[in-house]
């Protein structure tokens, strides 16, 4: 399975960008990356996804290096409802059918400060 | 549309004791999945069914059996309640949209196991 390393924790100030590292350096060609956060104790939320073209959606960008080794999650405008344990997953597929499994590290803790 | 019911959501057993968490989608979901989280880990893979009538092990699977019910419902049981089963159980389903997978999580079952 391909790993991903997240630094344990960060802060960000409200109101500014919050961008959260992620390497996946074992990456294989046809795995997406994909990002959840967790607030407390919910159950965690889908942010966004991508393989190897930059994304953005009403949530996030998706910043992927060209060689897909890395990627970064950008947070626009931080709020401190955004404060959450941010997930950067790479999707592995399940058996040889099309169903695929996303293994949760520990994740990245985003705590955005006023 | 509730999306991913969970219940209960706190439960308290004696060690051996058996039990049944319930989980049940209105999304029309094909796979379904079965998560536990232990304090200051991520989500590990139980057990998943990538559709109706078909289960598959995860990645800690021992001391529990699911049961698909229907495309809507999938259950977890715990046959003989051990401490080490102690953790945020969370349910999740997801559909192929676009080619890509989504998860969308309950609000987890805290258990509990004296």
């Known amino acids: 399975d391909a790993k991903t390393t997240q630094p344990p924790s960060m802060d960000c100030a409200e109101g500014r960008a919050a961008n959260l590292p992620c390497n996946h350096s074992t990456i294989s060609g046809n795995e997406y990356v994909y990002w959840y956060r967790q607030i407390h104790s919910q159950g965690p939320q889908y942010i966004i996804h991508g393989l190897k073209n930059n994304e953005t959606n009403e949530m996030a960008s998706l910043i992927i290096t060209e060689d897909r080794k890395s990627s970064t999650l950008i947070l626009p405008h931080a709020t401190l409802r955004d404060t959450a344990v941010y997930y950067c997953?790479?999707?592995?597929?399940?058996?040889?059918?099309?169903?695929?499994?996303?293994?949760f590290g520990k994740g990245t803790l985003l705590t955005v400060n006023p | 549309n509730a999306g991913v019911t969970q219940t209960p959501k706190f439960q308290v057993l004696k060690t051996g004791q058996s039990m049944t968490l319930q989980c049940a989608q209105d999304?029309?979901?094909?796979?379904m999945y079965w998560y536990r989280q232990d304090p200051g880990m991520g989500l590990r893979l139980i057990y998943y069914s990538a559709s109706e009538g078909t289960t598959d092990k995860g990645e800690v699977p021992n001391g529990y059996n699911v049961s698909r019910l229907n495309k809507r419902e999938f259950s977890l049981r715990l046959e003989s309640a051990a401490p080490s089963q102690t953790s945020v159980y969370f349910c999740?389903?997801?559909?192929?949209?676009?080619?890509?997978?989504?998860?969308?999580f309950g609000s987890g079952t805290q258990l509990s196991v004296l």
């Open positions: 999304m029309n979901h094909n796979s």
């Open positions: 997953i790479v999707r592995v597929a399940l058996g040889g059918g099309s169903n695929y499994k996303l293994t």
């Open positions: 999740a389903s997801s559909g192929m949209s676009s080619g890509n997978e989504k998860l969308f």
